[in-house]
């Protein structure tokens, strides 16, 4: 059974940080590319960040982000641990949703900007970031 779980949100000031960590088990990790939307009350979920699967990982591009977290946010994998970080930088009040972890095996960072009916998806974190 695949299982997908987010940690690591919570309150914080605007200009502060916060580390997400999606924890993913019942899956060879490596093997799939692991991505972050959000979705905030009222709005459509949007994508956050991705990174491609392990062995699609080149001198290309391995990561891709969205243009409004972009410099900001930094996505990370740890395929000892089979989690995908999300690090956030100089958080901004439009930054609180809640974050969702997503996972597609064999896809590369940038296919992950749209959901797809395969993906498998975690419970989510809530992430609020105050004036």
């Known amino acids: 059974q695949v299982q997908l779980v987010e940690s690591g949100g919570g309150l914080v000031q605007a200009g502060g940080s916060l580390r997400l960590s999606c924890a993913a088990s019942?899956?060879?990790?490596?093997?799939?590319?692991m991505a972050w939307f959000r979705q905030a009350p009222g709005k459509e979920r949007e994508f956050v960040a991705a990174?491609?699967?392990?062995?699609?990982?080149?001198?290309?591009?391995?990561?891709y982000y969205a243009d409004s977290v972009k410099g900001r946010f930094t996505i990370s994998r740890d395929n000892v641990k089979n989690t995908v970080a999300l690090q956030m930088n100089s958080l901004k009040p439009e930054d609180t949703a809640v974050y969702y972890c997503?996972?597609?095996?064999?896809?590369?960072?940038?296919?992950?900007?749209?959901?797809?009916?395969?993906?498998?998806w975690g419970q989510g974190t809530q992430v609020t970031v105050s004036s």
């Open positions: 997503a996972a597609r095996q064999w896809s590369t960072a940038q296919t992950m900007g749209v959901p797809d009916r395969n993906d498998y």
């Open positions: 990174i491609s699967w392990t062995g699609s990982m080149r001198t290309g591009s391995n990561t």
């Open positions: 019942g899956l060879t990790f490596s093997t799939y590319a």
